[in-house]
C-alpha cells in the first residue's frame, strides 16, 4: 500500500484512530479502503455527511479540487513524512 510514498508507521497509525473512531478493526477498514469501499466509515456518518460524502466520491472534479486545498495538501506531507 506503499504506492503513495506513505509511511507505513504513519498509515497504520491513521487507521488505528480512524478505525478506533468508528468501531471497526484497522485491518477491516485497510481492506475496505484498499477495494474503494466506503461502506464502514459511511455507517458511522450521519445520513447528512454521508449523503456529501458519497456526492464527492461520485464527482471527480469536486474530488481534485479538494484535494488540491493547502489542507489537504498539509496533510499529505504530514502523512508522507514531509516528501
Given at each position: 500500500?506503499?504506492?503513495?510514498?506513505f509511511?507505513?508507521?504513519?498509515?497504520?497509525?491513521?487507521?488505528?484512530?480512524?478505525?478506533?473512531?468508528?468501531?471497526?478493526?484497522p485491518?477491516?477498514?485497510?481492506?475496505?479502503?484498499?477495494?474503494?469501499?466506503?461502506?464502514?466509515?459511511?455507517?458511522?456518518?450521519?445520513?447528512?455527511?454521508?449523503?456529501?460524502?458519497?456526492?464527492?466520491?461520485?464527482n471527480?472534479?469536486?474530488?481534485?479540487?479538494?484535494?488540491?486545498?493547502?489542507?489537504?495538501?498539509?496533510?499529505?506531507?504530514?502523512?508522507?513524512?514531509?516528501?
Open positions: 500500500m506503499n504506492k503513495n510514498n509511511d507505513p508507521k504513519q498509515l497504520n497509525g491513521l487507521l488505528n484512530v480512524v478505525s478506533k473512531k468508528i468501531g471497526i478493526p485491518e477491516q477498514l485497510k481492506k475496505e479502503l484498499e477495494a474503494g469501499k466506503f461502506d464502514s466509515a459511511l455507517s458511522a456518518m450521519s445520513a447528512g455527511e454521508s449523503a456529501k460524502f458519497q456526492q464527492v466520491m461520485k471527480p472534479q469536486l474530488i481534485e479540487k479538494l484535494m488540491s486545498t493547502p489542507q489537504a495538501k498539509a496533510l499529505y506531507q504530514k502523512l508522507s513524512g514531509g516528501k
